[in-house]
């Protein structure tokens, strides 16, 4: 501003606002406002505090939990430098804890956390942190309203708090599949507007006891072995998965076994829709309608490269499209995909799909279903004598079992948001919307941007 317009108007302040820029980032940015008097420049900060005091939904004050270990263990640096500056130019106070050891975030909120005092909790960390954020908030949520998490039909009560992922791990799914990039700025400011996306949890049972929650990906076979191969390689970072992909591609792997599952048969769409879940898609969600419409359990038997349930697409930079490209984030429901043992060479072509616009599940030896619940028995353990067997010191006969070609229909693991379930028979079910996101779905890309989407101030 010239000399000369600065003396007509002295008195100034600044707003600061949401920008959208390219591939659904988001950016601060600024614009400052320049009066001649001092009054009226007060009134108009005033009225713009008041106008944002008046958002209830944006939150004030936050328990952020940092790994300092996921990913690049670039967590606390990432906070630091990027989010809190914009945690703190939004006025929201934050409680910090780095975290010491794997499931100190989970056990605080489980147990100690002083929950009223916040409007929601930020994780900086990958799936894993979130999946402990998600365990802490669930299990906590259960007590406090007298729910026992080991009954695998039981109604679970929805938690009140929103969670922000700030990403910093190696897949980070959750945060792509929900805001569409990762990126910690973009995420930081989804959180200050105040943003909400409900989500599904699956829980999942052995035995009617309680195992663990799964948002995104739960995978028996291909997955499992990845993901418990790359386990023993955290040292490489985010390329032991690569590492560990192209070994078990190799390996082959076949496991024979029965899945049984509950179809969601009704207007919900399929797995087949050339349709995404995006931002505003609401569910006008009626369980006990929907119920009516339910047909009977169907089962499946046979030999599996792969069993994948994804609640939700598990789209990731390494397959912008995810596992299930139609999967919703909200709906109830997960996507269970089957794939049948075949050539390596048609495996390699389902895989690589994910990369494509191609349909990976346009080839004979795939199936998937849309279903509310499922289950899986391993054929090898198909009584309760033979899974006590197994667990009670047998693992030295399984995994010498796992690791030999001859025996590959024996055991595999399933990864259950990027962490081993200790058994292979499992009971899953869906709980729609048990929690929420500092998020809002991923944005269609408007063509013309700005009159689609005024700007929106800090
Ligand atoms: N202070 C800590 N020391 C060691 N492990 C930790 C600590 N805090 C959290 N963890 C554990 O680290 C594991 C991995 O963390 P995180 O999910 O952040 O990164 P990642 O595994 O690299 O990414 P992704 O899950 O996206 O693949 C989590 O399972 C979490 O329980
Ligand atoms: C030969 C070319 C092959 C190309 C194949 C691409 C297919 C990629 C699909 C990726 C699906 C990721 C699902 C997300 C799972 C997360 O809950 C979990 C925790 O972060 N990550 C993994 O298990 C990490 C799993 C990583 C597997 C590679
Ligand atoms: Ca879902």
Not at 87 to 112: G, M, Y
Not at 224 to 233: I, P, Y
Not at 299 to 324: D, E, Q, T, Y
Request: charged share 20%.
């Amino acid at each position: 501003m010239s000399q000369k317009l600065t003396e007509a108007y002295p008195y100034a302040f600044t707003v600061s606002y949401v920008e959208r820029a390219r591939q659904h980032r988001w950016r601060c940015s600024d614009v400052t406002f320049h009066c001649s008097e001092w009054a009226l420049c007060q009134q108009w900060v005033q009225t713009i505090r008041e106008q944002l005091t008046a958002l209830t939904s944006r939150p004030k004050h936050l328990l952020v939990y940092i790994n300092p270990y996921g990913g690049k263990q670039q967590g606390k640096c990432i906070y630091e430098q990027k989010v809190a500056p914009l945690f703190a130019c939004a006025s929201i106070s934050t409680d910090v804890i780095v975290t010491e050891h794997a499931n100190h975030a989970r056990d605080h909120l489980k147990t100690e956390a002083e929950l009223k005092k916040y409007d929601g909790v930020v994780c900086v960390g990958g799936d894993g942190m979130f999946s402990e954020i998600v365990h802490g908030l669930v299990s906590r949520t259960q007590r406090d309203n007298g729910v026992d998490q080991n009954s695998p039909e039981e109604k679970l009560v929805p938690c009140t708090l929103r969670i922000g992922i700030i990403p910093a791990g190696s897949t980070d799914c959750i945060c792509y599949a929900t805001v569409g990039i990762n990126d910690p700025v973009t995420s930081a400011l989804h959180v200050i507007v105040g943003d909400s996306q409900p989500m599904d949890v699956c829980s999942v049972h052995h035995n009617n006891t309680f195992l663990r929650y799964s948002v995104s990906l739960l995978g028996y076979g291909f997955y499992g072995d990845v993901l418990a191969d790359s386990e023993r390689k955290r040292w490489m970072g985010p390329a032991r998965y690569d590492f560990s992909g192209f070994k078990k591609f190799l390996t082959h792997h076949h496991y024979e076994g029965a899945v049984s599952f509950l179809p969601a048969t009704d207007t919900l769409g399929t797995p087949r829709d050339k349709t995404r879940c995006r931002a505003g898609y609401v569910i006008l969600y009626a369980y006990n309608l929907l119920c009516k419409y339910e047909v009977g359990w169907g089962v499946v038997r046979g030999k599996f490269l792969a069993i994948n349930a994804a609640s939700m697409s598990c789209a990731c930079p390494r397959s912008p499209k995810g596992l299930s490209p139609a999967a919703h984030l909200a709906d109830g429901t997960t996507d269970l995909i089957l794939v049948r043992k075949c050539s390596r060479f048609n495996f390699l072509r389902h895989l690589l799909r994910h990369t494509s616009k191609d349909d990976q599940f346009d080839m004979t030896f795939v199936e998937v279903h849309r279903v509310r619940r499922f289950r899986f028995t391993p054929r090898h353990c198909q009584n309760d004598s033979e899974l006590d067997l197994r667990e009670n010191g047998k693992q030295l006969f399984s995994q010498i079992c796992r690791d030999h070609p001859a025996c590959s229909s024996a055991y595999s693991s399933w990864n259950c948001d990027g962490e081993i379930l200790p058994h292979a028979a499992i009971e899953v079910g869906v709980h729609c919307q048990l929690i929420k996101l500092f998020a809002r779905g991923i944005e269609e890309q408007p063509l013309f941007e700005d009159l689609a989407n005024p700007p929106c101030a800090l």
